[in-house]
């Protein structure tokens, strides 16, 4: 399984973004699609994640309310609309691949690039 992300950018605050996972390989429908992000100096963070297969989501809390996760099947694809931006979401957030669903990044064996939000105050 390959990922790849897009769409990060800088935003002003209160301002939205939509990142883009394209995934290609072989995707099960036990799969759990997630975002982490990641600040400068700080460690990895899980910011959202999705079933495959069921379409169940789940979101820190930090991004609840205003992130939401979302798949598109027939493309393989997993975006994340980014809604109230805030200074403290900037970060490189990485899309990544897991056979369960889990918080921290060890069980995600599949990661795509990064893509970098940078949102002004």
């Known amino acids: 399984v390959q990922l790849q992300a897009s769409g990060g950018g800088l935003v002003q605050a209160g301002g939205s973004l939509r990142l883009s996972c394209a995934a290609s390989g072989r995707i099960f429908s036990s799969f759990v699609m997630g975002w982490f992000r990641q600040a400068p100096g700080k460690e990895r963070e899980f910011a959202a994640a999705?079933?495959?297969?069921?379409?169940?989501?789940y979101y820190a809390d930090s991004v609840k309310g205003r992130f939401t996760i979302s798949r598109d099947n027939t493309k393989n694809a997993v975006y994340l609309q980014m809604n109230s931006l805030k200074p403290e979401d900037t970060a490189v957030y990485y899309c990544?691949?897991?056979?369960?669903?889990?918080?921290?990044?060890?069980?995600?064996?599949?990661w795509g690039q990064g893509t970098l939000v940078t949102v002004s105050s």
């Open positions: 990544a691949a897991a056979s369960f669903y889990s918080t921290i990044p060890a069980p995600y064996k599949y």
């Open positions: 999705i079933r495959w297969g069921a379409g169940t989501k």
